[in-house]
């Protein structure tokens, strides 16, 4: 039977891993030009925000943009210009990794993700 802290660092190990893939996926999905797609666009910052902790204002405030252009961008509304999306996807990057590595340097911070 598993105990508590197993299960802890099983559900830390399937974040790790999604977290992980995601970064791999905005990679795959930037070289193939998928992210020219508003769809697809606005599915990496749903994600990004709902899944991973991101913050669109923090976006905002980091890059400079409006939080209208950023609503209609998660929404599906429209899409940024190719320099735009190419600096709100770095950013997302950026910031994912980095949660990757401070998470993989300090597993205890998991749970206090929680």
């Not at 893939?21 to 709902?50: M, P, R, T, Y």
Request: cysteine-free; hydrophobic content about 40%; aromatic content about 8%.
């Amino acid at each position: 039977m598993a105990t508590p802290q197993t299960k802890i660092d099983n559900m830390d190990r399937w974040y790790l891993d999604g977290l992980a893939g995601f970064i791999h996926a905005i990679e795959a999905a930037e070289k193939s030009n998928q992210l020219d797609d508003v769809k697809n666009f606005a599915e990496v910052l749903n994600w990004s925000f709902s899944k991973f902790g991101l913050a669109p204002t923090e976006l905002a405030e980091d890059e400079k943009i409006s939080k209208a252009a950023i609503s209609k961008w998660v929404n599906g509304h429209s899409l940024p210009s190719a320099p735009t999306r190419k600096t709100v996807i770095n950013w997302v990057k950026t910031k994912l990794q980095a949660q990757l590595d401070a998470l993989e340097a300090s597993p205890s911070q998991m749970s206090r993700m929680a």
